[in-house]
């Protein structure tokens, strides 16, 4: 049961997309996760959207996101323009497998592949250090080499895919990708995986834009709430409680993923 | 790196054009959405019919509403609803554009595999839009 029927006035909805992703935006910047991979299991499971234009709601939200901060990034030497080209273009092209096979799926399919999705992102976060871990390669100004390239672009290449399917935002699995895997100082991973996701979302946008499947009704609210979510979240930061607000994240993330699944099963309809 | 060599570098010149056109689009979707959503622009699809509407899936809203295919939605720009679908393509068209034109910032730099890097990538995003 969705939290009023379709019969509501039309801008309830709007208005209380901007309220929720305003909060998500606030939220993940201060749980070190992306607004966008919130964004669609929370908005797919208590909203009466189809997932259609959630997943697309949710693609072009990660990818605002990253347009906006992108240019401070390379500015600042936290991302890396030759390093993510490799990455983006095998990403960008299995996203747009990933976007186009995700309209040819079933919806029941697709939903039950999400909720498996979102509910192992849930565990990958609640095992994975937060940001208040002391990494000692998490600063930027030292020598750094990326290593393991052909395995780099190999993950990205799968991790485009869920995204272009799905319509999240891919930070939770190009971070340890880039830092893990590849080498990469903690904030050159979060920076560089920042611009590869503006480049990799917009070959997927195109098909969510030509499939009809980008409301602006949906996804404009969404983009604004998180942008000024995430603005108020980043002055926020230094004073929550973040591991709280992490595993509070974590939870909502776990129970959206649970009820995703559910719902593609038609277990909770 | 001094000054001149460093906005002759392709990283500062993808950052200058994206900071340029984040700016712009930002501020065509933010009054586009606003004459949407007031009703000053009218929208093809009737605010009203949104709520029964977003309950369908794509492929049916389209023939629902008997929405244009492929690019010729552009034509419909006029309607609140197909301008505020033109801001979110300048989204998804800025990296494009970007990566465009980075590649002979970086030919001139001597970064040939960077080159043919951006220009598959431009290949791609112009493939996707397709």
Redesign the interface.
């Known amino acids: 049961m969705h939290l009023a029927d ?6 309830i ?2 208005l209380a997309l901007f309220c929720l992703t305003f909060l998500l935006g606030i939220v993940a910047v201060i749980a070190g996760v992306g607004g966008g991979v919130l964004f669609v299991p929370i908005v797919g499971s208590f909203f ?3 997932l ?2 959630v997943r ?1 709601a949710g693609l ?1 939200l990660a ?2 996101g990253t ?2 901060a ?2 401070t990034l ?2 600042s030497g936290l991302a ?3 390093l993510v ?2 990455l ?2 095998a990403g ?2 299995f996203s ?1 497998a990933g976007a186009v096979i995700g ?1 040819a799926l079933p ?1 029941n399919v697709v939903q039950t592949a999400l909720g498996v999705i979102i509910v192992a992102v849930a565990v990958l976060l609640w095992v994975a250090k937060g940001h208040d871990g002391l990494d000692p390669a998490a600063a930027a100004n030292f020598d750094w080499r990326s290593r393991r390239g052909v395995l780099g672009i190999a993950a990205f290449g799968g991790i485009g895919f869920i995204g272009g399917l799905f319509g999240l935002g891919a930070g939770w699995a190009n971070v340890p990708a880039l830092n893990l895997l590849m080498g990469l100082p903690l904030k050159v991973a979060v920076g560089t995986s920042g611009l590869a996701i ?2 990799i979302n ?6 969510y ?13 969404s ?2 709430g998180v942008m000024l979510g995430s603005r108020i979240g980043a002055r926020l930061l230094h004073g929550m409680p973040s591991v709280v607000v992490r595993r509070v994240v974590i939870s909502v993330l776990a129970v959206a993923g649970a009820r995703a699944l559910l719902r593609g099963l038609g277990i909770w309809a | 790196m001094t000054p001149r060599s460093r906005a002759m570098d392709p990283q500062e010149i993808y950052a200058r054009w994206l900071e340029r056109g984040a700016r712009f689009t930002f501020a065509f979707a933010l009054l586009s959405l606003a004459l949407y959503l007031t009703g000053a622009l009218e929208p093809l699809v009737p605010l009203d019919d949104l709520p029964r509407l977003w309950t369908l899936s794509a492929a049916d809203l389209r023939r629902e509403v008997h929405a244009p295919s492929g690019w010729d939605w552009l034509r419909l720009v006029r309607y609140g609803d197909y301008l505020n679908q033109l801001g979110i393509s300048f989204f998804a068209l800025l990296s494009l554009v970007c990566t465009a034109r980075v590649i002979p910032a970086f030919a001139k730099s001597g970064e040939r595999s960077q080159a043919l890097l951006a220009a598959l990538q431009v290949i791609v995003l112009l493939a996707a839009t397709l």
């Open positions: 379709a019969a509501t006035a039309w801008w909805w709007p009466p959207f189809h259609d234009y697309g072009v990818l605002t347009l906006a992108s240019p390379l500015r890396n323009l030759r080209l490799p983006a273009l960008s092209i747009l309209f919806v503006s480049l917009s070959s997927a946008a195109w098909v834009i030509s499939r009809g499947a980008l409301l602006p009704a949906i996804a404009m609210p983009i604004l």
